[in-house]
């Protein structure tokens, strides 16, 4: 005769797994942990420059990775910057020198990695630097080109352009202006 009554709290239902080996599964976790990172060779030699400018600007070489994995982090970060991000390497070189440069994120901007970190509105730190640098070189742009730079932008999102495609036009244009 069937029965249906329900297993009591300390009997296990029959088709239920057995709780895992707790040592397998840490086994589990410490070899994808192990798995090596990202080798430093597998980034370009403008990624490598722009590391080694970051490096050379920074007043504590403690701050300077030392270990593989630390190396390949910020050149992941700078290849991001412009293969993700859009930047060419010399808006980044510009960003990087322009800022470590400054008084103010001088002791605040002390590695690439916060370049595509977000703030508190969720705006890449890469975006806001740039956005300031090119602010700075319109302010001296005669107001004439401004207009005609403004006017030629428009023209090229009306036609149905990407920013990838005005960026090549006009190098400092980062996006819904």
């Not at 420059?49 to 990775?65: D, H």
Request: glycine share 4%.
């Amino acid at each position: 005769k069937e029965t249906n009554k329900e297993p009591t709290k300390s009997q296990q239902r029959a088709n239920k797994e057995p709780t895992p080996n707790k040592n397998v599964r840490n086994n589990k976790r410490r070899i994808i942990n192990n798995s090596s990172p990202v080798k430093s060779e597998n980034f370009t030699d403008s990624a490598r420059e722009l590391a080694n400018l970051f490096s050379s600007t920074l007043p504590n070489k403690n701050l300077i990775p030392k270990t593989d994995a630390q190396k390949a982090k910020w050149l992941k970060c700078l290849d991001d910057c412009h293969r993700l991000d859009g930047y060419s390497y010399e808006q980044i070189r510009q960003v990087i020198e322009h800022f470590r440069n400054d008084e103010w994120w001088r002791s605040r901007f002390l590695s690439p990695l916060k370049l595509r970190k977000r703030n508190r509105d969720g705006v890449k730190y890469i975006d806001l630097f740039w956005t300031a640098i090119s602010e700075e070189g319109e302010q001296a742009m005669d107001s004439e080109a401004l207009k005609v730079k403004r006017e030629n932008i428009r023209k090229m999102k009306s036609w149905g352009w990407s920013d990838e495609k005005i960026r090549e036009n006009y190098p400092d244009y980062v996006g819904g202006e």
